[in-house]
């Protein structure tokens, strides 16, 4: 690799060349999830702030591609990933008692996901090593975008899904030529499936639990936010957290571009987790291993029983001096109606569960006055028009009379 | 208005000072639309390929704000709207007997749909105007961009749909926060409450069949071809047609640029409708006046069986030398297939008519073979999910067992 430096271990730092082969720790197996080193002494001196003043680079998250694990010599898929809008809602902040509140809405991403950022390097990375299929297991995001990011990439892609999955999901993998297989089964045993698969039949494996390569996809959406805010990074980035990976990934970010001196200090990261579904919560407030639970909740994107990159989140929560906390549905919905009225972003009940947790530690005083708070809203609604119907409410019917709408309006 | 120069009655040809305060002509009434005219002279001077290189240009379609009229003094309104991604796909083309296609993916605008780029700048012409209510009646997407566009700009709308809507753009209507009328009648008598509501509470009206100004937002759609193709225009660009609104305002986008010398030809312009509603189709093939129809097709968005601007996509494709056509119903769920599965872009029935247009006219021989094609692919298929499934066929339903799979993938 002409990029990548070599892996560490996550779980017992042990340290591997750039050109180790297989995904995960050799000592430690599956829960030795392997952390990509780039060389960042030299690309200190290469990159500045000056350097993204150039018009040649790609509006993309391919934009950051000198501390992403592609080869320069392979092609990149085609779907335009990242480059999602930044929103300030000052007014919002001043209700909630603080300075400034940043939503990212990373709905807007190709196939409607923060995925997309994931998505994209794995299927760049399963072309560079000459693959012509990819798999994951996926509640849906992850799958979507797959499918989506591996048709357009020239890729097959075989996805397993369990069967509680939202129909605009499942329909996204069929409309882009997946093979989906619906599991008669749990997360777990999709998620089974589809390692199993990868290994029978040399299938590239897209599973965010094992694959390193993902995560410095998603770590681009806080290399977005530096740039976006102009090298001010907020004081806090609060995330809605399933698996765990997407929120180690954009404290990844933050941490290289602290360590390249693009930005002079890094934000606070908070994890939201549904109340119906919060091992990584509780393996954080208790200090201990993490305990699989039976998930609960209508945010399906992160009802991750068993997260694999609990221990990433827990120790990104902690190096950054954030916390965990845990939300209902109850203020899922609230907020998807909040989020929808006040700004015009349409997030699916995961997408802003970030946006219940804000809410709850501002009515507990969390945030100073001048605090400046950001949000990734992971999700777009219309994956599951049902929650968004259910937070919207009804609609009125009335008959084609301007006297019975009048009655209505005034 | 510091940028609008006048307006030009589309029916009669009657012109009117910018000041004129009417939505239309006062002399023919709601069939005289009228056209938006600059100074096309003065701006000649100040807008060259130079202008664009600009980086404080906002990345939006506001950086067209010298030919949109939105006077200078007013606040826009916060989605960023436009800066859509264009993919082209010469493999597709070749297959087809031609050079180069293009697509244009406005699914991706803030609200998922390129109705995005007329909604935002009603909002903006709504708060120019003091107005602190706007309504539209719509079969979704004006809706719904409306709903969106309106809340983020701290109006409040209110929405008249027809009964038959699709589920997920009433229900982005609710989340936005918009008053939802859901009328027990045809979509006729929606368009006459609205209309009638706006006149008798002075609510501004964002009826695209009335309003002057939501072609000039809906224009830059071209604007923005023009400058990704660094301003070699395409031989040919086909949109789905409804209203007819869309396609004009995509054809004047490209006059003005000619004009302005920004680009040295333009393309034809070919308009596809559904065979099961094809009014403006029949009118240019018969060059006669508009006969109403009774929409029977599945692409809701444009199943408009008394569009209010065929006149002027009539014209539009007169002038630029390109023709109408119809397709099945069939022909369209086959786009949405092959379009996903080629490209990665999840379009809405509507969203692909204009491919399944692309595909008969390549069958018959239309296209040179050396001639680029652009398509505008108008909204998101998680608009409309039962069509997305039923466009893309079943999945297989497997128990937790390897060996059932490996029997699926071999």
Same mark, same amino acid.
């Given at each position: 690799?002409?990029?990548?430096?070599?892996?560490?271990?996550?779980?017992?730092?042990?340290?591997?060349?750039?050109?180790?082969?297989?995904?995960?720790?050799?000592?430690?197996?599956?829960?030795?999830?392997?952390?990509?080193?780039?060389?960042?002494?030299?690309?200190?001196?290469?990159?500045?702030?000056?350097?993204?003043?150039?018009?040649?680079?790609?509006?993309?998250?391919?934009?950051?591609?000198?501390?992403?694990?592609?080869?320069?010599?392979?092609?990149?898929?085609? *779907?335009?990933?990242?480059?999602?809008?930044?929103?300030?809602?000052?007014?919002?902040?001043?209700?909630?008692?603080?300075?400034? *509140?940043? /939503?990212?809405?990373?709905?807007?991403?190709?196939?409607?996901?923060?995925?997309?950022?994931?998505?994209?390097?794995?299927?760049?990375?399963?072309?560079?090593?000459?693959?012509?299929?990819?798999?994951?297991?996926?509640?849906?995001?992850?799958?979507?975008?797959?499918?989506?990011?591996?048709?357009?990439?020239?890729?097959?892609?075989?996805?397993?899904?369990?069967?509680?999955?939202?129909?605009?999901?499942?329909?996204?993998?069929?409309?882009?030529?997946?093979?989906?297989?619906?599991?008669?089964?749990?997360?777990?045993?999709?998620?089974?499936?589809?390692?199993?698969?990868?290994?029978?039949?040399?299938?590239?494996?897209?599973?965010?639990?094992?694959?390193?390569?993902?995560?410095?996809?998603?770590?681009?959406?806080? /290399?977005?936010?530096?740039?976006? *805010?102009?090298?001010?990074?907020?004081?806090?980035?609060?995330?809605?957290?399933?698996?765990?990976?997407?929120?180690?990934?954009?404290?990844?970010?933050?941490?290289?571009?602290?360590?390249?001196?693009?930005?002079?200090?890094?934000?606070? /990261?908070?994890?939201?987790?549904?109340?119906?579904?919060?091992?990584?919560?509780?393996?954080?407030?208790?200090?201990?291993?993490?305990?699989?639970?039976?998930?609960?909740? *209508?945010?399906?994107?992160?009802?991750?029983?068993?997260?694999?990159?609990?221990?990433?989140?827990?120790?990104?929560?902690?190096?950054?001096?954030?916390?965990?906390?845990?939300?209902?549905?109850?203020?899922?919905?609230?907020?998807?109606?909040?989020?929808?009225?006040?700004?015009?972003?349409?997030?699916?009940?995961?997408?802003?569960?970030?946006?219940?947790?804000?809410?709850?530690?501002?009515?507990?005083?969390?945030?100073?006055?001048?605090?400046?708070?950001?949000?990734?809203?992971?999700?777009?609604?219309?994956?599951?028009?049902?929650?968004?119907?259910?937070?919207?409410?009804?609609?009125?019917?009335?008959?084609?009379?301007?006297?019975?709408?009048?009655?209505?309006?005034?």
């Amino acid at each position: 690799m002409d990029i990548v430096r070599g892996f560490r271990c996550i779980k017992c730092n042990k340290y591997f060349a750039a050109n180790y082969a297989d995904l995960v720790c050799d000592t430690c197996g599956i829960e030795g999830i392997l952390d990509v080193l780039y060389d960042y002494g030299e690309l200190k001196g290469k990159i500045s702030h000056e350097y993204f003043t150039d018009a040649s680079l790609p509006a993309s998250h391919w934009r950051y591609r000198f501390l992403m694990p592609v080869e320069y010599s392979t092609s990149l898929p085609p *779907l335009e990933v990242g480059n999602s809008p930044l929103y300030r809602w000052n007014n919002l902040a001043v209700r909630y008692g603080f300075r400034s *509140l940043l /939503f990212k809405d990373d709905g807007l991403n190709p196939t409607s996901s923060l995925k997309d950022r994931a998505s994209s390097v794995g299927v760049a990375m399963a072309r560079q090593a000459g693959k012509k299929r990819i798999t994951c297991a996926s509640t849906g995001n992850a799958a979507s975008s797959l499918a989506g990011n591996a048709t357009a990439g020239g890729l097959e892609s075989l996805i397993f899904v369990p069967g509680n999955a939202p129909e605009g999901k499942i329909a996204q993998c069929l409309i882009f030529g997946a093979r989906v297989f619906v599991v008669e089964g749990t997360y777990e045993q999709a998620f089974e499936l589809s390692m199993e698969c990868a290994q029978r039949y040399g299938i590239y494996n897209r599973n965010s639990g094992i694959n390193p390569f993902l995560v410095e996809g998603k770590k681009t959406v806080s /290399f977005e936010l530096c740039e976006q *805010l102009q090298w001010k990074v907020p004081d806090y980035v609060i995330m809605s957290v399933g698996d765990g990976c997407s929120l180690a990934a954009a404290w990844k970010g933050m941490k290289e571009f602290h360590q390249l001196g693009l930005i002079e200090k890094v934000p606070a /990261f908070i994890g939201v987790q549904a109340e119906g579904c919060s091992p990584v919560y509780k393996a954080w407030k208790e200090s201990a291993e993490l305990q699989q639970e039976e998930p609960q909740t *209508l945010a399906d994107s992160i009802a991750v029983g068993t997260p694999r990159n609990w221990r990433k989140a827990v120790k990104a929560v902690k190096e950054s001096s954030g916390i965990f906390l845990t939300v209902s549905d109850e203020e899922i919905l609230q907020a998807m109606q909040e989020v929808g009225r006040e700004t015009g972003i349409c997030g699916e009940p995961a997408g802003v569960t970030c946006y219940a947790g804000m809410k709850k530690l501002a009515e507990n005083n969390y945030f100073d006055n001048d605090a400046e708070v950001a949000l990734i809203i992971s999700g777009n609604g219309l994956k599951d028009v049902s929650s968004v119907i259910k937070a919207a409410g009804g609609y009125q019917k009335v008959p084609p009379d301007i006297e019975e709408v009048a009655r209505n309006i005034l």
